[in-house]
Every structure is written in structure tokens, then in C-alpha cells.
């Protein structure tokens, strides 16, 4: 299957700094990336839609100048958190959408990124 | 509204047992179906996916079925491991697969 990297696994920052978070499509080219956050022993939450050379879409209630999204590339797209407060903290989760196999429809997701915001 | 629901919360069964997870949906248009087994501190993994004209798919010992009448989907695991300890997530996708719904999933714990 597909495989989509983040970097770093881990990440411990103080606040106020802002952390980047990158996402990687390795053998496919995403058109559509995704990021999501996961607080513990919650489901999934999506944050925003991004596409190849285009603004990302954020979902309701997501601060844009927060969480800027990035994705320049077929293969990467980054996420950083600007002004990082301890609430930021959590579990962040990128996936990717791109034509593989020729299941469009299908997703893939990332390791995740655990922030830790001290 | 978009709904997935998943029960139970969570479950422990012992080792070699077999085990169902359920998942009722509300969500329209329906795309597809996807069930997924997330470990501790990692992402997501791809288990099984169903388009509405499916109604069961297997992945080794994983079995996944789809009633899209009454808009139930169960996950069935055969001879459960320790490694099958994990959460499995049910997830919608609605139309133009740009929407995916999750469900909160259920925490399974396999015992020795």
C-alpha cells in the first residue's frame, strides 16, 4: 500500500515557539492532504483540507493563523502550529489522497506527530 | 447530521477468541465504508474498504460486512492475537470523497 511519513514522531516545545510538522506522500503524488488532531481516546477531528498549490480549507472553529498549512508539492505538505500554547498539545495526523492503484478514493495516513507543548 | 456511531466502547476478550465490532451510520450520500485498526501513538491503518454494493470483504482475519439498507456495518476478528489489541475505527465517507466521518471508535484489548 501507500506509504505517507511525518517528521518528527515526537516534538516537545515551549510556549510560545512554533513547531513545524511534516507530512510526505513517499511513492505516490497527493493531490490532497489532510490533517487531523486526536485528543486521547477520542476519534479523529479534521483541521483542514489542503490541495496542491492552493489554500487549505479549514474546518470550523480552526484558527488559520494558527495552524498554517503549506503543501508546495505532490509529496509534501507541512503544518505548524505558531505560537504554541500547553491546549496545542496533542496528537496530530496527517493523511493523503492521490491516484494510486486507481482507488482514488482512498486514503492514507501518516504515523502522527505527538506535540507536546510545555 | 453526519453520524457514525461504534459499539461497544470497548472490549476485552481473551486470546484466540473471536470478537465483532459494530458501526451504525447516518450519513448521506453514502460513498463508502472503511474500517481501520489504530495502535497506541500511531496513525491510522486501512483495514478494510466497501463501496454500497458490497456487503462483505476479508482481510485476513478480519471480516468486515455492509448492510446498506439498514445502514449497519460489522467487523468481525477470527482468533484474536495480542497484537490485535488496538482501537478500530468505522469511517464514512460522504459523498465526493472529500468528507470522511469517523466514528469514535472501539478499544479492544486482548488478554493472554
Known amino acids: 500500500g501507500a506509504v505517507v511519513s511525518q517528521h518528527p514522531s515526537r516534538v516537545i516545545c515551549k510556549s510560545g515557539t512554533s513547531v513545524k510538522i511534516e507530512c510526505r506522500s513517499l511513492d505516490f503524488q497527493a493531490t490532497t492532504m489532510f490533517w487531523y488532531r486526536q485528543f486521547p481516546k477520542k476519534s479523529l477531528m479534521l483541521m483542514a483540507t489542503?490541495?496542491?498549490?492552493?489554500?487549505?480549507?479549514?474546518e470550523q472553529g480552526v484558527e488559520k493563523d494558527k495552524f498554517l498549512i503549506n503543501h508546495a508539492s505532490l509529496t509534501l505538505s507541512t503544518l505548524t502550529v505558531t505560537s504554541a500554547h500547553p491546549e496545542d498539545s496533542s496528537f496530530y495526523i496527517c493523511?493523503?489522497?492521490?491516484?494510486?492503484?486507481?482507488?482514488?478514493?482512498?486514503?492514507?495516513f501518516g504515523p502522527g506527530t505527538r506535540l507536546t507543548v510545555t | 447530521k453526519n453520524q457514525v456511531e461504534q459499539s461497544p466502547q470497548s472490549l476485552i476478550i481473551l486470546e484466540g477468541k473471536n470478537c465483532t465490532l459494530q458501526?451504525?451510520?447516518?450519513?448521506?450520500?453514502?460513498?463508502?465504508l472503511r474500517w481501520y485498526k489504530q495502535d497506541t501513538g500511531r496513525g491510522p491503518v486501512s483495514l478494510t474498504i466497501m463501496t454500497f454494493s458490497e456487503n462483505t470483504k476479508s482481510n485476513g482475519r478480519y471480516t468486515a460486512t455492509l448492510d446498506a439498507d439498514t445502514k449497519q456495518s460489522s467487523l468481525h476478528i477470527t482468533a484474536s492475537q495480542l497484537s490485535d489489541s488496538a482501537s478500530y475505527i468505522c469511517?464514512?465517507?460522504?459523498?465526493?470523497?472529500?468528507?470522511?466521518?469517523f466514528g469514535a471508535g472501539t478499544r479492544l484489548a486482548v488478554h493472554p
Open positions: 469511517v464514512v465517507s460522504a459523498g465526493g470523497y472529500n468528507k470522511l466521518i
Open positions: 493523511s493523503a489522497r492521490g491516484s494510486t492503484s486507481g482507488r482514488d478514493y482512498e486514503q492514507y
Open positions: 458501526c451504525n451510520y447516518t450519513v448521506s450520500p453514502f460513498s463508502n
Open positions: 489542503s490541495n496542491e498549490g492552493s489554500k487549505a480549507t479549514y
